[in-house]
């Protein structure tokens, strides 16, 4: 079901690309954690998810998002834990602007994953649909606050059963990320 989902979006976002020439839209989110336990031990977190898109109408974009993470656990019981995933798959997005400087929009991120976690690998499957608020500057540039989510992610780890995970995320977290808009002639 999720292959069919995902071929029928990405088909969507081709199909899409063919009907109208309007603008190429470019935009990432990097993300820095570090988190110190109280049993000392600390977890640092590197998250880069850059994407790009064909906006063919004036609120619809469609396009290929990616996403890489990496994870480092020290100072536990047992030795440093290192984990790794990467993530690619379409996007959709519908924006309304409100006004020359301010639009909202909603975007459904979907990726098929590969991860890794001290030497086991694993692959799976990750939905995220999210409300927006996109600042436009100048030079097609805008700055983009996301603000909660929901989401699936299914992971199969060798050797492991499936695992899957909800969440419902709104008003608990925040994101930020900076685009660019380019005219097509």
């Known amino acids: 079901m999720k292959r069919i989902i ?3 979006i990405l088909t969507l976002g081709f199909a899409a690309v063919q009907a109208q020439n309007n603008t190429i839209l470019i935009y990432g989110n990097l993300g820095i954690n570090s988190t110190k336990n109280p049993d000392d031990s600390k977890v640092n977190s590197f998250t880069f998810s850059p994407a790009v898109g064909y906006q063919f109408t004036d609120h619809w974009t469609a396009g290929v998002n990616l996403k890489t993470e990496n994870w480092k656990t020290t100072g536990t019981s047992s030795a440093d834990i290192k984990s790794s995933a990467f993530g ?14 301010f639009a909202v929009y909603g975007q459904l991120n979907t990726n098929f994953l590969s991860s890794k976690t001290a030497g086991v690998k694993g692959n799976g499957f990750e939905g995220t649909l999210f409300p927006a608020i996109g600042v436009n500057l100048k030079n097609g540039f805008a700055l983009n606050f996301n603000f909660g989510s929901l989401s699936i992610v299914t992971n199969k ?12 995320n709104f008003g608990s977290g925040a994101g930020f990320g900076m685009s660019k808009n380019f005219g097509m002639k």
């Not at 780890?157 to 419902?168: C, E, H, I, Q, V």
């Open 88 to 101: 690619a798959g379409p996007f959709i997005r519908y924006a309304h602007p409100l006004s020359d400087i």
């Open 6 to 8: 995902f071929s029928f």
């Open 157 to 168: 780890m060798k050797g492991a059963d499936n695992s899957s995970t909800f969440g419902l």
